[in-house]
């Protein structure tokens, strides 16, 4: 069974369409997150949430609109998609305590025409 | 502000040599220090990590990685590298505890038979 998993894989669409990435873990992790890695391969995080409060918003334009409706989902929804959102999406979880691990999905790669 | 370097954005290495990928940090405190490993289309894997303790840590498929803090450093080592460890490695650390992870550019590491 697949710890953190993501959908959809891929992702192509117009711009200034609307999507939803969704992601569901089954680790019983209290801390789910969102990362971005852009086309240098760079990551960095969006969002962090913990027991389904958000802790975490990284300067993220606010058409990025992340929601959680239990602890073990943390869907990402994109409003008037533009091309630069163009990037590989990854959520991870961790049992949110100091320095334990994240683990990661396996990203949705968002393409923007 | 905290920033992890990878002053290498790319190292090939031949098969059954050995392997050093350099990280350094910056950061007012010891922070949590990882390794991930993302290989073509994948997710991030945990190839080990450093709280504390022993600073020379040992992780999964042969890898360690050596905590200095004289240098802020945290370099992975692998004493004989095979074809199948051809990928993306990052540096990361956790400033906050678990809040989020703050990763470096990343280095590909490409293996010459």
């Known amino acids: 069974d697949t710890a953190v998993s993501q959908t959809p894989k891929y992702l192509v669409t117009q711009m200034g369409n609307d999507k939803s990435i969704k992601c569901e873990q089954n680790?019983?992790?209290?801390?789910m997150y969102w990362y971005k890695q852009d086309s240098k391969k760079f990551l960095k995080i969006m969002f962090s949430?913990?027991?389904?409060?958000?802790?975490i918003n990284e300067t993220v334009p606010n058409r990025f609109s992340p929601k959680s409706p239990d602890k073990a989902h943390l869907n990402l929804h994109i409003n008037s998609l533009e091309l630069g959102d163009s990037a590989v999406y990854f959520c991870?979880?961790?049992?949110?305590?100091?320095?334990?691990?994240?683990?990661f999905g396996q990203g949705t790669r968002l393409t923007v025409v | 502000a905290q920033s992890v370097t990878q002053p290498d954005i790319h190292i090939t290495v031949s098969e059954g040599a050995s392997l050093e990928l350099r990280c350094n940090y910056s950061?007012?405190?010891?922070?949590?220090l990882f390794w991930y490993v993302q290989s073509p289309g994948q997710g991030l894997q945990l190839l080990l990590k450093y709280f504390s303790g022993d600073t020379l840590v040992q992780g999964i498929k042969g890898f360690e990685a050596e905590f200095k803090r004289s240098q802020s450093s945290f370099n992975l080592r692998k004493p004989s590298v095979h074809w199948s460890d051809a990928a993306e490695y990052f540096c990361?650390?956790?400033?906050?505890?678990?809040?989020?992870?703050?990763f470096g550019t990343g280095t590909r590491l490409l293996v010459s038979p």
């Open positions: 949430y913990n027991n389904k409060e958000l802790i």
């Open positions: 680790l019983g992790h209290d801390t």
């Open positions: 950061y007012g405190a010891t922070p949590y």
């Open positions: 990361a650390v956790a400033p906050g505890g678990f809040q989020k992870l703050v």
């Open positions: 991870a979880s961790s049992p949110g305590r100091e320095g334990a691990e994240a683990f």
